[in-house]
């Protein structure tokens, strides 16, 4: 019964996000820290790792659930696609909904026409 009086004195670890060792993602490690007068430990260092294949322009502990690309915006030559918030590591601040853009890609633009085919169209 003591001993669980004293881990009461002790509040909730509070987490930093995870600090990579080398690069932006992979092992690192992040700092824990908790109140209490009579807690014995109130800072300790854990191992975590960043997964290398999540988007990190979102945050390297958010992960999302993307929907499939959207058609080609003609006028800009981008498509569109939006995630939503699927698992924060660590209690990480992460935005509930993202949306990101890349270039359509050669499926969508016009195949250059060659020199014979401009021929035949001037017939």
Known sequence: PEKKAKKSDCGEWQWSVCVPTSGDCGL???EGT???AECKQTTKTQKC???CNWKKQFGAECK???QAWGEC???TALKTRTG???RA???ADCQKTVTISKPCGKLTKPKPQGKFHLLRAAH
């Open 49 to 51: 790792k960043i997964p």
């Open 64 to 66: 999302y659930q993307f």
């Open 34 to 36: 908790r109140t209490g």
């Open 73 to 75: 915006d003609l006028n």
């Open 28 to 30: 690192g490690t992040r």
């Open 89 to 91: 590591l660590h209690n």
């Open 84 to 86: 939503n918030l699927k």
